[in-house]
């Protein structure tokens, strides 16, 4: 039914992981980075913007993490609180808020030069460090009064977006943010989903997070080793 455009660790694992969850089968097409696959023009097709991921569908092709996952959503039951539930309001208000400031908060952690050349590395991922620091703060005041969408027993396609980015929060930057700094947050991702959350053998300081591999308790299906393999360089800047 879907093709996934993925590269390992990458932003389509956000997505690879959703579609694991929602227990929806999925053709993995792998891309060539290093070869220039994302310049192709059978991929600008797809994605002009030459980013990660791209999800073939029936509909046609859909790009932009947040938007593959709330098309599945709207396809898949247990994704999202569906419309008339009055959990979707809030639902809707911090998946975005994770899509539109805390991935981009990060993508300026790992690479600061884009916003400020080399010369302001520094100065920018101090700030965006402390602003993300703030932000998943506030995601975990809302892990705390447990609502169903950040629940174990009811994971929303926010959760797997959640323990991806907390990943590259601890093992991209240059100053990690580790998941003692939500606390809540954090137990909601180790009970649900701790696949993404495995780290490098490089990344010890890091090791405190989860350490087992993705595992779909209904299909048996799973993100895989492949998947948990340190991201590529920062010159295509493709993370997010």
């Known amino acids: 039914m879907y093709t996934l455009h993925h590269i390992p660790d990458w932003a389509s694992l956000i997505i690879r ?9 999925v053709t993995l097409q792998p891309i060539d980075y290093e070869a220039g696959a994302l310049d192709s023009p059978a991929y600008r097709a797809l994605n002009p913007l030459g980013l990660v991921p791209v999800l073939e569908t029936p509909d046609g092709p859909v790009f932009e993490t947040g938007a593959i996952l709330l098309w599945l959503a709207d396809r898949h039951p247990g994704l999202a609180p569906p419309p008339r539930d009055p959990a979707r309001a809030a639902f809707l208000s911090w998946f975005i808020f994770t899509a539109n400031t805390l991935h981009p908060t990060l993508m300026t952690m790992v690479y600061p030069e884009r916003l400020g050349g080399e010369g ?5 991922q101090a700030q965006a460090t402390a602003n993300f620091r703030t932000q998943i703060g506030h995601l975990d005041r ?6 169903a969408w950040l629940n174990p027993a009811t994971p929303s396609a926010l959760v ?6 907390m990943r590259w929060a601890a093992i991209l930057p240059a100053t990690p ?9 954090h137990r909601v991702l180790a009970a649900t989903r701790p696949g993404p959350m495995s780290l490098p053998s490089r990344q010890k300081k890091a090791s ?24 590529p360089p920062p010159d295509r800047g493709n993370l997010g």
């Open 17 to 25: 992981l959703a579609l694991a969850d929602a227990a929806v089968p």
């Open 142 to 147: 809302v892990a705390a009064t447990g609502p």
């Open 177 to 185: 943010v580790l998941p003692a700094t939500a606390p809540h947050l």
């Open 208 to 231: 405190a997070l989860f350490p087992s591999l993705h595992r779909n308790p209904r299909s048996g299906a799973g993100g895989g080793a492949a998947d948990l393999r340190q991201p």
């Open 160 to 165: 797997p977006y959640l323990a991806v980015l």
């Open 120 to 124: 302001g590395r520094a100065a920018i």
